[in-house]
C-alpha cells in the first residue's frame, strides 16, 4: 500500500506526496538547521517521526475527505520507545515534545492536553511498514561538548531551551518541504531563499567602509566627531576576539549604531557567523534604523528584513484555521522565519519567541544560532520578565554560538558581580574604548532638578526659548499640556504621541526636524516615545520625573551634536502636581531620587540606581511567569511548562487594544483588499502595521459600539482588523481622540 503525506484535490494519486518522502526530506531540512549547534541526530529523529501516524488507514481515508486524525502523537511516542541510554532518553522525551507540538504547539508534560496525556490514549494502529521505509536512530541525539548550568534549576531551562531549538528546527523543516511540494504541483515558486551572509560579507563591509569614508570626508573636524571615529575604530579593532557576551557601552550621539553594525559585519567575518539581528525595543524606531542599515549597506530589499508587527501573528494563524483555508494557504501566512542575512526587529519578537510555544513564533528560533545579536537601548528590557531574558541571551551564546552585545548609554547592571542571575561580562568584553572617559568627553548637557512645575508654569518656561522639547509620562498629559501651549499663542507646537500612528509620527519627525535645522521656532511636547533612538538634536529639554534610565535618553535630544555649550544646554527635571508619574514610573522616580551622585548620568550613578531597582524588585518580580521555576527538575526529570509559558509570557503587558487608520493611499489599499480572500491576513497585518494606534479596550469597545470603528471584512477576518470608520475623529495634528467616541455615529443616530 502507498502511504501519502500530501494530497492535491482533483489530481491522481500518482502526483500527491509520498510520506517517506516528505519524512526523510523534513529530517534532513530539520537536520541542517540543527547541525550548527550540533543536534542534528536528535532533529533527524523529529523529522522522521513527526507525521507516523500517517501511516494509518484512517489518516490515508483522511486524505479523501475522511474524519481528522492525530497524525503526530504517534510518532512522540515512538520517540520515546527507541532511545535506550539514559542520556538519550532525556533527549527523545524533548523531541516527542517537539512532535507532539508541531501543528498545534508545544504541549506541556503534564497536565491537561499534555504530552503524558496524549502519549498515553489509545492512537490508530500503524502499518510496520514504517520501520523499513524511515528507519528511524535514537542514540548519540546531543553533543557531548553541550555545557550545563552549575545549578539543576539553571540545566532545566537550558534542556526546555534545547527543546524549543529542536522544535524550530522541526517546524521549519516540515513547513519549507510542504510549501516546496505544492509550488512545484502548482507550478509556482515561493520568494523564501535569501542571499547567505558569509557569501557578501566582504562585500557588505566594503560597502560599510565606503560609507564611513564619504561620512568622514562631510564631517566637521570637531571633538565629537574625533570621538564617534575612535569609538569605531576601538569597536572593530574588538571584533577578533571569541563569540560570546559583549557590552557596548558609549553616551548617545557616541556614534553607537555604526560601531554596533562594525563589529558585527567584523566579527561575523572573522567567525563564519550567518547572520546580523538587530533588536529594537520600539516600534517607533525600527523603521528609522532599517533604513541607515539600508542606506550603508546600499541595500535594495534583498539583505535586510524588518520584522515587527502590532498584530497579533497567533491570532492571525487561528482566523485562517478557523476559516478553513487549505494547508498551501496557510504557508503563505507563516511569518518570517529570518533566513535574511541582516534582521531588524523588536525586543518582543526576539524574547517572546524565545519563551513561546507555537510554531508561527517559535520556527525562526533556530537561525539565531550562530548569529551576532545586538540589542539596542539594553536597559529597556522589562523588568518583569528580566531573568528569563538574561538566561536566554545566555543559553545563545553558551551552546548555539551566538554573540550578543548589550548596547546602551545607560548599561544596566546585569554582570554577575551586580545581579545574582547575571551575565558572566568581564570588562574585557567591553568594545568601547574606557566608557568613564568618553562619558566626560561627551558631556554635553547640564541636568537641573527643576521641583514642582504645574502646565501653565512649564508653558511659561517652554516660551522662554525659540526650540525646546517637553518629555512626559502619558498620553493624557501630552494632549492637554499641547492645547494649553497652542492657546499661549504657541503656533509652532508639535503634539507627538502614541495618539499617532507610527507613519504619520515618521511625517511629523521629518517635519520636525527639517525645522529645527532650519532655526525656526520649534516647540515640541512629546511623550517617551522620543527618548530611545530618535535623532533629534534640541538646545532645551524639560522631562518630567521618571527612572535614571529615562532621564538620560531625554538628555540624549539636547545639544546632541555638542555644538552648543554645556551651562546653555539645560535638561530639567520636574514634577507634574495635575499629572502624577503611573504607580510603576513613579517608583523609579523614587529609586532615582536615591542616588545621590553630583553627575546623575555618570556610568557609576547608573549603576548604583539599577542596583537599587533590582533591589527594590527582588528575584520574583523579575521573573512574574516563574519561567526559571518552572523547570524545576522532580525526580531526576524535568516538567516542560511550554505551553503554559508560552501562552502567559508578554513583555509589554499594557492591554492595548490595536484600531488601524487609513492614513495614506498605502493603508487605505491594503485596507480595501482585506475583502479579497487572495490576500493573506498575514501580509496584510504587516502591511497595516505602521497605520496602527493602540488604544484602551474600554475605548476600542465604545469606538465600535457607536459606529466609529468596524471590523472590516469579519466574514473573511474575524474580529483582527479593526478599523477607524469616522476620519474626524482622527485629527492631524494630535492623532485619535477616542474620548470623544461616547456618542453615536451619524449613520447609527439616523439608523436610530
Same mark, same amino acid.
Given at each position: 500500500?502507498?502511504?501519502?503525506?500530501?494530497?492535491?484535490? *482533483?489530481?491522481?494519486?500518482?502526483?500527491?506526496?509520498?510520506?517517506?518522502?516528505?519524512?526523510?526530506?523534513?529530517?534532513?531540512?530539520?537536520?541542517?538547521?540543527?547541525?550548527?549547534?550540533?543536534?542534528?541526530?536528535?532533529?533527524?529523529?523529529?523529522?522522521?517521526?513527526?507525521?507516523?501516524?500517517?501511516? =494509518?488507514?484512517?489518516?490515508?481515508?483522511?486524505?479523501?475527505?475522511?474524519?481528522?486524525?492525530?497524525?503526530?502523537?504517534? !510518532?512522540?511516542?515512538?520517540?520515546?520507545?527507541?532511545?535506550?541510554?539514559?542520556?538519550?532518553?532525556?533527549?527523545?522525551?524533548?523531541? /516527542?515534545?517537539?512532535?507532539?507540538?508541531?501543528?498545534?504547539?508545544?504541549?506541556?508534560?503534564?497536565?491537561?492536553?499534555?504530552?503524558?496525556?496524549?502519549?498515553?490514549?489509545?492512537?490508530?494502529?500503524?502499518?510496520?511498514?514504517?520501520?523499513?521505509?524511515?528507519?528511524?536512530?535514537?542514540?548519540?541525539?546531543?553533543?557531548?561538548?553541550?555545557?550545563?548550568?552549575? =545549578?539543576?534549576?539553571?540545566?532545566?531551562?537550558?534542556? +526546555?531551551?534545547?527543546?524549543?531549538?529542536?522544535?524550530?528546527?522541526?517546524?521549519?523543516?516540515?513547513?519549507?518541504?510542504?510549501?516546496?511540494?505544492? *509550488?512545484?504541483?502548482?507550478?509556482?515558486?515561493?520568494?523564501?531563499?535569501?542571499?547567505?551572509?558569509?557569501?557578501?560579507?566582504?562585500?557588505?563591509?566594503?560597502?560599510?567602509?565606503?560609507?564611513?569614508?564619504?561620512?568622514?570626508?562631510?564631517?566637521?573636524?570637531?571633538?565629537?566627531?574625533?570621538?564617534?571615529?575612535?569609538?569605531?575604530?576601538?569597536?572593530?579593532?574588538?571584533? *577578533?576576539?571569541?563569540?560570546?557576551?559583549?557590552?557596548?557601552?558609549?553616551?548617545?550621539?557616541?556614534?553607537?549604531?555604526?560601531?554596533?553594525?562594525?563589529?558585527?559585519?567584523?566579527?561575523?567575518?572573522?567567525?563564519?557567523?550567518?547572520?546580523?539581528?538587530?533588536?529594537?525595543?520600539?516600534?517607533?524606531?525600527?523603521?528609522?534604523?532599517?533604513?541607515?542599515?539600508?542606506?550603508?549597506?546600499?541595500?535594495? #530589499?534583498?539583505?535586510?528584513?524588518?520584522?515587527?508587527?502590532?498584530?497579533?501573528?497567533?491570532?492571525?494563524?487561528?482566523?485562517?484555521?478557523?476559516?478553513?483555508?487549505?494547508?498551501?494557504?496557510?504557508?503563505?501566512?507563516?511569518?518570517?522565519?529570518?533566513?535574511?542575512?541582516?534582521?531588524?526587529?523588536? #525586543?518582543?519578537?526576539?524574547?517572546?519567541?524565545?519563551?513561546?510555544?507555537? %510554531?508561527?513564533?517559535?520556527?525562526?528560533?533556530? #537561525?539565531?544560532? #550562530?548569529?551576532?545579536?545586538?540589542?539596542?537601548?539594553?536597559?529597556?528590557?522589562?523588568?518583569?520578565?528580566?531573568?528569563?531574558?538574561?538566561?536566554?541571551?545566555?543559553?545563545?551564546?553558551?551552546?548555539?554560538?551566538?554573540?550578543?552585545?548589550?548596547?546602551?548609554?545607560?548599561? %544596566?547592571?546585569?554582570?554577575?558581580?551586580?545581579?545574582?542571575?547575571?551575565?558572566?561580562?568581564?570588562?574585557?568584553?567591553?568594545?568601547?574604548?574606557?566608557?568613564?572617559? &568618553?562619558?566626560?568627553?561627551?558631556?554635553?548637557?547640564?541636568?537641573?532638578? &527643576?521641583?514642582?512645575?504645574?502646565?501653565?508654569?512649564?508653558?511659561?518656561?517652554?516660551?522662554?526659548? =525659540?526650540?525646546?522639547?517637553?518629555?512626559?509620562?502619558?498620553?493624557?498629559?501630552? &494632549?492637554?499640556?499641547?492645547?494649553?501651549?497652542?492657546?499661549?499663542?504657541?503656533?509652532?507646537?508639535?503634539?507627538?504621541?502614541?495618539?499617532?500612528?507610527?507613519?504619520?509620527?515618521?511625517?511629523?519627525? /521629518?517635519?520636525?526636524?527639517?525645522?529645527?535645522?532650519?532655526?525656526?521656532?520649534?516647540?515640541?511636547?512629546?511623550?517617551?516615545?522620543?527618548?530611545?533612538?530618535?535623532?533629534?538634536?534640541?538646545?532645551?529639554?524639560?522631562?518630567?520625573?521618571?527612572?535614571?534610565?529615562?532621564?538620560?535618553?531625554?538628555?540624549?535630544?539636547?545639544?546632541?551634536?555638542?555644538?552648543?555649550?554645556?551651562?546653555?544646554?539645560?535638561?530639567?527635571?520636574?514634577?507634574?502636581?495635575?499629572?502624577?508619574?503611573?504607580?510603576?514610573?513613579?517608583?523609579?522616580?523614587?529609586?532615582?531620587?536615591?542616588?545621590?551622585?553630583?553627575?546623575?548620568?555618570?556610568?557609576?550613578?547608573?549603576?548604583?540606581?539599577?542596583?537599587?531597582?533590582?533591589?527594590?524588585?527582588?528575584?520574583? +518580580?523579575?521573573?512574574?511567569?516563574?519561567?526559571?521555576? +518552572?523547570?524545576?527538575?522532580?525526580?531526576?526529570?524535568?516538567?516542560?511548562?511550554?505551553?503554559?509559558?508560552?501562552?502567559?509570557?508578554?513583555?509589554?503587558?499594557?492591554?492595548?487594544?490595536?484600531?488601524?487608520?487609513?492614513?495614506?493611499?498605502?493603508?487605505?489599499?491594503?485596507?480595501?483588499?482585506?475583502?479579497?480572500?487572495?490576500? %493573506?491576513?498575514?501580509?496584510?497585518?504587516?502591511? &497595516?502595521?505602521?497605520?496602527?494606534?493602540?488604544?484602551?479596550?474600554?475605548?476600542?469597545?465604545?469606538?465600535?459600539?457607536?459606529?466609529?470603528?468596524?471590523?472590516?471584512?469579519?466574514?473573511?477576518?474575524?474580529?483582527?482588523?479593526?478599523?477607524?470608520? =469616522?476620519? !474626524?475623529?482622527?485629527?492631524?495634528?494630535?492623532?485619535?481622540?477616542?474620548?470623544?467616541?461616547?456618542?453615536?455615529?451619524?449613520?447609527?443616530?439616523?439608523?436610530?
Amino acid at each position: 500500500m502507498d502511504y501519502f503525506a500530501h494530497s492535491l484535490p *482533483d489530481r491522481p494519486k500518482s502526483e500527491w506526496q509520498q510520506l517517506v518522502e516528505h519524512l526523510c526530506s523534513t529530517a534532513d531540512r530539520a537536520s541542517r538547521n540543527a547541525e550548527k549547534f550540533g543536534a542534528g541526530r536528535a532533529a533527524t529523529l523529529a523529522g522522521l517521526l513527526h507525521d507516523l501516524g500517517k501511516y =494509518s488507514a484512517e489518516f490515508q481515508k483522511r486524505l479523501e475527505g475522511g474524519e481528522a486524525v492525530d497524525h503526530a502523537t504517534a !510518532g512522540a511516542r515512538e520517540a520515546m520507545a527507541l532511545a535506550a541510554q539514559p542520556r538519550d532518553k532525556l533527549i527523545a522525551e524533548i523531541v /516527542a515534545h517537539a512532535i507532539a507540538g508541531h501543528h498545534a504547539g508545544l504541549p506541556d508534560s503534564v497536565g491537561a492536553a499534555s504530552l503524558e496525556e496524549r502519549v498515553g490514549k489509545k492512537l490508530h494502529a500503524l502499518d510496520p511498514v514504517w520501520r523499513e521505509e524511515i528507519a528511524p536512530v535514537a542514540d548519540g541525539l546531543i553533543k557531548q561538548s553541550f555545557k550545563a548550568g552549575a =545549578s539543576r534549576q539553571t540545566l532545566a531551562f537550558q534542556l +526546555a531551551f534545547f527543546g524549543r531549538m529542536i522544535f524550530s528546527c522541526l517546524v521549519d523543516a516540515d513547513f519549507r518541504d510542504t510549501e516546496a511540494f505544492y *509550488d512545484r504541483a502548482e507550478g509556482r515558486s515561493s520568494p523564501r531563499e535569501w542571499t547567505i551572509l558569509p557569501d557578501i560579507i566582504d562585500a557588505l563591509r566594503g560597502r560599510f567602509d565606503e560609507h564611513m569614508a564619504k561620512l568622514g570626508a562631510r564631517a566637521e573636524a570637531t571633538p565629537i566627531n574625533a570621538l564617534r571615529a575612535e569609538v569605531l575604530a576601538h569597536t572593530r579593532k574588538q571584533a *577578533d576576539l571569541p563569540r560570546g557576551l559583549f557590552t557596548l557601552s558609549v553616551p548617545t550621539g557616541g556614534g553607537k549604531t555604526l560601531a554596533s553594525l562594525a563589529f558585527a559585519l567584523d566579527h561575523a567575518k572573522r567567525h563564519g557567523m550567518e547572520r546580523i539581528v538587530y533588536a529594537i525595543p520600539f516600534t517607533s524606531i525600527i523603521d528609522q534604523t532599517a533604513a541607515i542599515f539600508r542606506s550603508v549597506l546600499q541595500d535594495e #530589499n534583498d539583505i535586510v528584513l524588518e520584522h515587527h508587527s502590532s498584530v497579533d501573528e497567533e491570532r492571525i494563524d487561528d482566523e485562517d484555521r478557523r476559516h478553513g483555508r487549505e494547508a498551501r494557504e496557510k504557508l503563505k501566512l507563516a511569518m518570517e522565519d529570518w533566513a535574511a542575512p541582516v534582521i531588524v526587529t523588536t #525586543n518582543v519578537q526576539l524574547f517572546e519567541s524565545l519563551h513561546a510555544d507555537r %510554531p508561527s513564533r517559535c520556527r525562526r528560533l533556530h #537561525n539565531l544560532a #550562530n548569529s551576532v545579536i545586538i540589542l539596542d537601548e539594553a536597559q529597556t528590557i522589562p523588568l518583569h520578565v528580566l531573568r528569563p531574558c538574561l538566561a536566554a541571551l545566555n543559553e545563545l551564546a553558551l551552546n548555539y554560538g551566538a554573540t550578543i552585545v548589550l548596547c546602551t548609554a545607560t548599561q %544596566p547592571a546585569v554582570r554577575k558581580v551586580d545581579f545574582e542571575d547575571g551575565l558572566d561580562l568581564p570588562p574585557e568584553r567591553e568594545l568601547a574604548p574606557d566608557p568613564q572617559r &568618553l562619558h566626560r568627553q561627551l558631556q554635553r548637557v547640564r541636568v537641573e532638578k &527643576l521641583g514642582v512645575l504645574d502646565d501653565d508654569a512649564l508653558v511659561g518656561q517652554l516660551g522662554q526659548t =525659540s526650540q525646546g522639547l517637553v518629555i512626559v509620562n502619558s498620553r493624557a498629559h501630552a &494632549l492637554a499640556l499641547y492645547r494649553k501651549a497652542r492657546d499661549a499663542g504657541f503656533d509652532d507646537a508639535v503634539h507627538l504621541s502614541t495618539r499617532q500612528c507610527a507613519a504619520h509620527r515618521r511625517d511629523i519627525l /521629518a517635519h520636525v526636524r527639517e525645522t529645527l535645522k532650519s532655526g525656526k521656532p520649534c516647540r515640541v511636547i512629546a511623550t517617551s516615545l522620543v527618548e530611545a533612538g530618535v535623532d533629534l538634536d534640541f538646545p532645551r529639554v524639560w522631562r518630567a520625573e521618571a527612572g535614571l534610565d529615562q532621564i538620560a535618553q531625554a538628555a540624549g535630544r539636547c545639544n546632541r551634536e555638542g555644538k552648543r555649550e554645556i551651562d546653555e544646554s539645560i535638561v530639567g527635571i520636574f514634577q507634574s502636581p495635575d499629572f502624577p508619574p503611573p504607580r510603576e514610573i513613579r517608583q523609579f522616580a523614587d529609586d532615582m531620587r536615591r542616588i545621590r551622585h553630583s553627575d546623575l548620568l555618570s556610568p557609576e550613578a547608573i549603576r548604583e540606581y539599577f542596583g537599587e531597582v533590582y533591589w527594590r524588585k527582588g528575584k520574583k +518580580a523579575l521573573d512574574k511567569f516563574d519561567v526559571m521555576d +518552572a523547570w524545576l527538575l522532580a525526580f531526576d526529570k524535568p516538567n516542560f511548562n511550554y505551553r503554559s509559558i508560552g501562552r502567559s509570557f508578554r513583555m509589554i503587558e499594557s492591554g492595548m487594544t490595536p484600531v488601524i487608520i487609513p492614513w495614506d493611499e498605502k493603508a487605505q489599499e491594503a485596507v480595501d483588499n482585506l475583502g479579497l480572500e487572495a490576500f %493573506p491576513s498575514g501580509r496584510l497585518a504587516r502591511l &497595516l502595521q505602521p497605520c496602527i494606534v493602540q488604544t484602551p479596550p474600554s475605548a476600542r469597545r465604545l469606538l465600535l459600539e457607536n459606529g466609529h470603528a468596524a471590523f472590516v471584512h469579519p466574514e473573511l477576518r474575524g474580529d483582527q482588523f479593526a478599523v477607524l470608520q =469616522s476620519p !474626524g475623529l482622527y485629527k492631524p495634528d494630535v492623532g485619535l481622540l477616542w474620548e470623544d467616541a461616547d456618542y453615536l455615529s451619524e449613520e447609527n443616530w439616523l439608523i436610530g
